[in-house]
């Protein structure tokens, strides 16, 4: 119970919102890393996927990317980037680490999406007379849209995680006061900071429900 | 007169480095011996914990929603943040570590035994009770053994991301060779950064395999079947949840 009060305390007092250390600053810095970086992967997976998923290959490598992903640990590669050369450059090797872990969901369910698109409707098309590019952004992408929507869901809750574990290394972000909680030995700044980043990891997954759930029927796919 | 600073590999911090292998090789099967540990307990755990609950939400179909949803906004939370809000209750140990990956596993096995359950043709179910069989029977020798493919998916992935959410137990002190990678970023430590990350891909690999190997001796008929019979029902939905599932950070 004491606990509680305490870190309620810290989280109603002004002085811990404010400034270069206060939770406004963080939560922006986490915020425009985390944008950031969804972006970049997008614009890295997204193309790669389509055309892997469209031409149909590749995909032994578009679906084990995310078993290997798994299997590497965000820190250790958050560690080692920060130990080579870019890490003197400032925020270089969390976003490549965060753009890094980012890929493989995007990449594996974008690609899953196109190859699961009928490929009686795919036929049909062809049939048509359509051309490769007119199949693939009228055709495949809208079909494979909740699915490719699914991706950077993942994605980005993926990244608001990474993001996090990037005050471990130095990064800004909500992390940084789990962090300098850890190093002041205050339980209730630890856990007020923790709490803070598990409910904005929370409204974005919750943002993209509601999303989701306000989207067309064609965006929205089958209900998981 | 000094003696001239040692030139090996260690001196030079490079990465690879075999003096540091052979120095420090205590330290690293200590870290070795502790992440497994951490992992091994925490995803048995997750397992005990998670096929009771399983079994309820396909019991009482009304549990199905809490359970899955509550399981989610658990899987959602970031692993900092897991192991920061049980700070209070566990104090800097050992235990905080287990928990705390223990409730990520526990989220992929609920949904993988669910799937797999649910995969179960309704044919092998009647076929189970015009046997005669009682639902205790049915459940032991019919449906728990085709379940069996998709649960072990969901084992195959909670065991490898908590392998590789060990390390981050490092900010308590207990994170097996995470502690390495976090002892080796304060001192600009090369060659035990990248060998405790190197260590940490083989553990969940060979775990990964053995649990592949499990599998196999388990579902000796999938062997059979294999060439004629690619995927299996529960097999296919196991893999649909693999790619939307993701992963943990």
Redesign the interface.
């Given at each position: 119970m004491n606990t509680l009060s305490a870190v309620w305390t810290w989280l109603t007092t002004a002085a811990n919102w404010s400034g270069e250390n206060g939770v406004w600053h963080r939560l922006e810095q986490h915020l425009v890393l985390t944008f950031a970086c969804l972006v970049i992967s997008a614009l890295i997976a997204l193309p790669v996927a389509l055309t892997l998923g469209h031409l149909g290959r590749g995909g032994a490598l578009a679906i084990n990317l995310a078993n290997v992903g798994r299997a590497v640990p965000t820190f250790a590669v958050l560690v080692l980037l920060l130990l080579t050369p870019l890490g003197r450059h400032g925020q270089w090797p969390t976003i490549i680490a965060l753009v890094l872990f980012a890929i493989p969901p995007l990449l594996t369910n974008a690609y899953v999406g196109m190859r699961e698109v009928d490929r009686s409707v795919v036929r049909a098309a062809r049939g048509m007379g359509m051309t490769g590019t007119q199949l693939v952004w009228r055709v495949e992408v809208p079909l494979a849209f909740p699915l490719i929507l699914t991706g950077i869901r993942i994605a980005a809750v993926q990244l608001v995680a990474t993001a996090t574990l990037a005050a471990l290394v130095g990064g800004g972000g909500l992390g940084r006061i789990i962090t300098a909680g850890f190093n002041l030995a205050s339980t209730p700044q630890v856990v007020a900071g923790a709490v803070l980043v598990a409910v904005f990891a929370l409204l974005v997954e919750g943002a993209f429900e509601l999303a989701r759930r306000c989207a067309p029927d064609w965006a929205r796919g089958p209900v998981r | 007169m000094t003696a001239p600073p040692p030139d090996d590999c260690l001196a030079r911090n490079d990465w690879i480095c075999g003096d540091y292998l052979s120095t420090r090789r205590q330290i690293l099967l200590d870290a070795v011996g502790q992440h497994l540990q951490l992992t091994v307990i925490s995803v048995a755990l997750g397992l005990v914990i998670a096929v009771p609950l399983a079994l309820l939400a396909r019991r009482r179909r009304w549990t199905a929603g809490p359970v899955l949803g509550i399981t989610t906004?658990l899987y959602?939370?970031?692993?900092?943040?897991?192991f920061?809000?049980l700070?209070?209750v566990y104090g800097l140990s050992a235990t905080l570590v287990v928990v705390g990956l223990a409730l990520y596993s526990l989220t992929l096995l609920v949904r993988n035994i669910l799937a797999g359950l649910d995969g179960v043709p309704a044919e092998a179910r009647e076929a189970a009770r015009g046997m005669g069989f009682g639902p205790m029977r049915q459940l032991l020798t019919v449906e728990l053994p085709l379940a069996l493919p998709a649960a072990m998916a969901g084992l195959r992935?909670a065991t490898?991301?908590a392998?590789?959410?060990?390390?981050?137990g490092?900010?308590v002190g207990y994170g097996g060779l995470?502690n390495l990678?976090?002892a080796?970023?304060n001192s600009?430590f090369?060659a035990q950064?990248?060998t405790?990350?190197v260590l940490?891909?083989i553990i969940?690999?060979v775990l990964?395999l053995l649990l592949l190997g499990a599998e196999r001796l388990l579902t000796p008929w999938r062997r059979a079947g294999r060439r004629t019979r690619v995927r299996t029902r529960a097999g296919a939905g196991a893999k649909r949840l693999?790619?939307?599932a993701?992963?943990?950070?």
């Open positions: - | 906004v959602t939370i970031p692993s900092l943040a897991m920061s809000l700070l209070p992935i490898v991301s392998v590789a959410l060990t390390t981050v490092a900010i995470g990678i976090y080796g970023m600009f090369k950064v990248l405790a990350s940490c891909v969940a690999v990964d693999v790619t939307a993701g992963r943990r950070t």
